[in-house]
């Protein structure tokens, strides 16, 4: 059975740092591009981040350019989104996303960041 | 960035007419467009993508048109287990954009 279950959830001050984990099972993470999508409360969805398969290609939103990196260990079957200098505005549900536009697409559940003093 | 919009916000249909939804892009995406449907409390599912081509086990009254800037979402027959919101997404180029979504209820 497919899962992708991400971790790292909670709460932290403006300007601090977190790191969320997308463990995968069920398939092997390097076969596949690898997403952060991530959902403001009750907004839309933006697209933070993404991860070619052998990593060599890694892109970002305008808005976590430089504060946000995705990376990926294939040895764990895992994805990480590290962020740095975070924002009230980052406040959202980050879903991990197997190849989204694909008839491949598989959602995490989601984990929420509250960015707030 | 491409800016993507969608028309209208909210969308109230009786159950068993038909809702149409539509979608702009600020600069041409060719056929480069995908449309979710988010239930609340769920992930988004993907219902279209390359703006017309269902996804595995989207139901035939779920259609997609368009291409370019302007394109549509047909819900023929609406369900009650359509009552969604509904975004539109455009993959042709990096950052991948999301539109606001529109959200369609019963009337």
């Known amino acids: 059975e497919v899962q992708l279950v991400e971790s790292g959830r909670g709460l932290v001050q403006p300007g601090g740092s977190l790191r969320l984990s997308c463990a995968a099972s069920?398939?092997?993470?390097?076969?596949?591009?690898m997403h952060w999508i991530r959902q403001a409360p009750g907004k839309g969805l933006l697209w933070v981040a993404r991860?070619?398969?052998?990593?060599?290609?890694?892109t970002y939103a305008d808005s976590v350019q430089g504060r946000f990196t995705i990376s990926r260990d294939n040895s764990k079957n895992t994805v990480y989104l590290q962020m740095y200098s975070l924002r009230a505005e980052d406040t959202a549900v980050y879903f991990c996303?197997?190849?989204?536009?694909?008839?491949?697409?598989?959602w995490g559940q989601g984990t929420l960041v509250t960015v707030s003093s | 960035e491409i800016v993507m919009t969608q028309s209208p916000r909210t969308l109230s249909v009786s159950p068993g007419q038909r809702a149409t939804l539509s979608c702009w892009a600020s600069q041409s995406v060719s056929s480069d467009l995908a449309w979710y449907q988010q239930k609340p409390g769920q992930t988004p599912r993907l219902l279209i993508s390359?703006?017309?081509t269902r996804a595995t086990g989207v139901p035939a009254r779920f259609s997609g048109s368009g291409s370019g800037t302007e394109f549509t979402l047909t819900i023929s027959g609406l369900q009650s287990e359509d009552l969604a919101v509904y975004y539109c997404?455009?993959?042709?180029?990096?950052?991948?954009?999301f539109g606001p979504g529109t959200k369609v209820d019963l009337k």
């Open positions: 069920g398939f092997t993470i390097s076969n596949y591009w």
């Open positions: 996303v197997r190849a989204p536009i694909t008839p491949d697409a598989f």
């Open positions: 390359a703006a017309y």
């Open positions: 991860s070619s398969p052998d990593e060599t290609v890694t």
């Open positions: 997404q455009q993959y042709n180029s990096w950052p991948f954009t």
